[in-house]
């Protein structure tokens, strides 16, 4: 099959258009012909950091998380999916685990679900990764309806997942945004926008929280941001972040008995640990899309697999508007 590798790792690392042995389904497995593939800042991070990172792939190394496909062999013990099924999911590029910038993936059966209906495979396969965090993040956390909800970063691949499945649990979502562009999109996606660039925290927490702050803050932004969110947060309010690695004084979160959650859906692939708990996650995401809560925002500019390396840059450009997908 074709695959685009990376031979190796810096920050000129390119990819490699390359025939490769085409993947056997094993127990527990599905082959899945890849239609599409999304591009995720961890992808980016792999690329240029390898084995700076402790989840990078030896190299030759083919990368990608997320697909959409079609299921085109059925292992062993595999008994909810069967050949022809519309499937996707966020199941490689990582560890030992091979990626989807491939024609097909041996992927296992527990980090897929069934493709929402609605969606095209390049809207489905934009999903797995920042959707599956974002659920994560919010259930975690303890979401309820009627809560007021800040989501930082908004209009982000991770950002704009949160905010509609924020509003899905039937909480009230305000969201920061920086933009005209992006505050743009916050609206058009039914937040209540905050332009973080004009608004100081104690400014918006008093306006739309009369002083009181934010039930649930969830924060894709992260590190020094952090701060900004326990400045937001309530009394016993609850925070969750996507971007932890930093140090902080956590000072104010104590004095606030604030409840701080770290989401990193990357666990069940690196350590084989409670997989199926994404496959369920999908599966409720696959209901939440189909009933009109969801709906995937794409970039404008189109790749094919041969212009990874293109759709690469186009995130790293912080130009991209939505997800950047790459099809076959």
């Known amino acids: 099959m074709k695959a685009m590798l990376i031979n190796a790792y810096g920050e000129d690392a390119v ?17 899945v012909k890849i239609a599409a593939s999304s591009v995720n800042t961890v992808d980016t991070m792999i690329r240029k950091m390898g084995k700076e990172l402790p989840l990078s792939p030896d190299t030759p190394a083919i990368l990608g998380m997320d697909f959409a496909g079609t299921v085109e062999a059925v292992g062993d013990g595999v008994e909810d999916y069967s050949i022809g099924d519309e499937v996707y999911g966020c199941a490689g590029g990582l560890a030992d685990l091979p990626g989807t910038l491939a024609e097909y993936i041996a992927a296992d059966s527990n980090l897929i679900a069934h493709k929402p209906r609605n969606l095209s495979m390049r809207e489905a396969a934009a999903l797995p990764l920042v959707a599956i965090t ?18 930082h970063g908004g209009s982000g ?27 743009a999109l916050i609206e058009q996606l039914g937040a209540t926008t905050i332009n973080y660039k004009t608004e100081a925290v104690e400014h918006y927490v008093a306006k739309h929280t009369g002083g009181e702050g934010f039930d649930l803050v969830f924060d894709s932004v992260g590190g020094a941001n952090m701060t900004n969110s326990f ?6 309010g609850r925070v969750a972040s996507t971007v932890a690695l930093c140090e902080l004084d956590l000072s104010m979160a104590h004095f606030k008995g604030l409840s701080l959650h770290i989401i990193f859906m990357l666990i069940p692939m690196l ?13 409720n995401l696959a209901q939440i899309v189909e009933s009109g809560g969801l709906k995937p925002v794409l970039d404008e ?4 697999l041969e212009e990874v390396g293109q759709a690469h840059a186009r995130l ?13």
């Open 15 to 31: 990819f490699e258009n390359t025939e490769v042995e085409k993947p056997e389904v094993k127990a527990s497995h599905v082959l």
């Open 271 to 283: 350590h084989n640990f409670k997989r199926e708990e994404h496959g369920e996650i999908l599966h």
């Open 231 to 236: 400045e937001a947060a309530a009394l016993n």
């Open 157 to 183: 691949g991770v950002g704009h997942v949160a905010l509609q499945l924020a509003k899905h649990f039937g909480a009230e979502v305000f969201s920061t945004g920086g933009g005209e562009k992006q505050l």
């Open 301 to 304: 500019k189109q790749y094919s």
């Open 316 to 328: 790293e450009s912080g130009q991209a508007m939505g997800k950047v997908v790459v099809e076959n």
């Open 134 to 151: 974002a659920y994560e993040g919010l259930t975690r956390a303890g979401i309820k309806p009627g809560q007021k909800v800040l989501v």
